[in-house]
């Protein structure tokens, strides 16, 4: 029975060890494969981080081709635009050539016209000058004359107001023989003072 059991363990044991290799085996392989898995998520996530660039650029290209298609477009309007003014230049150039011609002759005409009214102008000025000189000269001369007589007036009011000052001065010393002829008088004095 001993042996019996010693031979099972050992069969065991024998087992035991395949199973060992057989899990150290795995597991090796197990990380092999995780490693190997790892490795493939990388790239696949490079190949995504990748994938969403050229996804940006290829969108960022269909934007320019976009943009580009767009100005083309615009530069094929601005072009049959151009064509068409340059065409409504020259016919507005030919035009604003024989209206030129009819300019100058019209400017010729009204610069004879200006020239004579500028003449008139001048002559009507200067005649006015001489008018309006004569007229402050006579003003001058008035103005003169009023100052002088203003300055005799002051002289002959000077002189009538110390007239008038000696008179009242005289008759106040005057002894009368009634008082009441002494004021009145006094007071027709008062009355011519200034």
């Known amino acids: 029975m001993f042996k019996a059991t010693s031979d099972e363990n050992a069969r065991l044991r024998s087992q035991v060890c395949v199973l060992q290799n057989d899990v150290e085996k795995m597991t090796t392989e197990r990380l092999t494969q995780r490693k190997s898995l790892e490795s493939t998520r990388n790239h696949l996530h490079r190949a995504e981080t990748a994938n969403k660039r050229l996804q940006m650029l290829v969108n960022h290209l269909k934007m320019e081709l976009n943009q580009s298609t767009n100005e083309v477009d615009r530069l094929r309007s601005v072009e049959t635009e151009r064509n068409d003014l340059s065409s409504r230049l020259q016919k507005m150039q030919s035009e604003l050539s024989a209206a030129k011609c009819?300019?100058?002759?019209?400017?010729?005409?009204?610069?004879?016209?200006?020239?004579?009214?500028?003449?008139?102008?001048?002559?009507?000025?200067?005649?006015?000058?001489?008018?309006?000189?004569?007229?402050?000269?006579?003003?001058?001369?008035?103005?003169?004359?009023?100052?002088?007589?203003?300055?005799?007036?002051?002289?002959?009011?000077?002189?009538?107001?110390?007239?008038?000052?000696?008179?009242?001065?005289?008759?106040?010393?005057?002894?009368?023989?009634?008082?009441?002829?002494n004021s009145k008088c006094k007071d027709e004095l008062a009355k011519w003072t200034y």
């Open 102 to 181: 009819h300019h100058d002759r019209d400017v010729a005409v009204a610069e004879t016209k200006w020239l004579k009214l500028l003449e008139e102008h001048r002559l009507a000025e200067a005649a006015a000058k001489t008018q309006l000189n004569n007229n402050v000269a006579r003003l001058i001369d008035k103005v003169e004359e009023l100052e002088q007589q203003l300055k005799q007036e002051r002289s002959d009011h000077c002189r009538t107001r110390k007239c008038l000052e000696h008179l009242h001065i005289h008759f106040s010393s005057v002894p009368t023989s009634g008082g009441k002829s």
